[in-house]
């Protein structure tokens, strides 16, 4: 199986404290994005990062790749109660013909309490 | 912003009958797959489809899925003859560009079969 897992599985933090979350995988990799995915509804895209990016920002989104360890973090700073929802890293390649398909962790269950 | 998405949001059927699921992606996308998420696990991949034919399929995608882009804008997922374990959270993403491989998703299609 191309990827391994998130970690933690769940994670419970005061609203203003930052969030992180860790993916590992185990081929080499093309990119590695993350998703959202609040209760029984659809994925919603992040972010992207590349395998020969290190760091990557959006907004209060920070995601760090390191090839080498081949493992992925994403920090979500200043969370707010909204934020509470399962994160999922999905990757792909290495490349093939045609289109690439994404292979998705277990995700961190996230919990932003008020 | 331009979103995929997909009919219906629920779908009930009895064990062994037809199920259609549809999809419009992005427009100016020209990547499409199907993956499926059953309750409380992860998200699995189905099927990859570009220039009008199946680039790679999964385990899961046996003889009774079929995929079919009918027109310019649907691509639709048929499974012949449901079975119980067909329930599932079923979704349809899209992406622009195999290398920068971003795939958007749509709300997914929650397919129940009694």
């Known amino acids: 199986s191309q990827q391994g897992e998130e970690d933690p599985q769940a994670l419970s933090i005061q609203e203003g404290e930052n969030a992180t979350m860790n993916c590992s995988y185990k081929?080499?990799?093309?990119?590695l994005q993350w998703y959202r995915q609040n209760s029984g509804r659809g994925l919603v895209h992040l972010i992207l990062?590349?395998?020969?990016?290190r760091e990557k920002h959006s907004g209060r989104l920070r995601v760090t790749l390191d090839t080498s360890k081949k493992s992925s973090s994403l920090l979500i700073t200043a969370s707010r109660a909204a934020d509470t929802a399962s994160y999922f890293c999905a990757t792909d390649g290495p490349t093939i013909q045609g289109a690439q398909k994404l292979v998705f962790g277990q995700g961190t269950r996230l919990t932003i309490n008020p | 912003e331009p979103e995929v998405t997909q009919t219906p949001s629920h779908q009930v059927t009895q064990m062994g009958q037809e199920v259609i699921l549809r999809c419009v992606p992005i427009?100016?996308?020209?990547?499409f797959y199907w993956y499926r998420q059953i309750l409380g696990q992860k998200v699995e991949f189905l099927v990859s489809f570009y220039n009008n034919e199946i680039s790679e399929k999964s385990e899961i995608f046996d003889d009774q899925f079929s995929v079919e882009r009918p027109d310019g804008s649907n691509f639709t997922l048929k499974i012949r003859s449901t079975k119980l374990e067909d329930s599932a959270m079923y979704f349809c993403?899209?992406?622009?560009?195999?290398?920068?491989?971003?795939?958007?998703f749509g709300p997914g299609t929650r397919l129940t079969v009694l």
């Open positions: 993403a899209s992406s622009v560009d195999r290398y920068y491989n971003e795939q958007f």
């Open positions: 990062i590349r395998s020969n990016e």
């Open positions: 081929t080499s990799i093309n990119n």
């Open positions: 427009s100016n996308h020209l990547y």
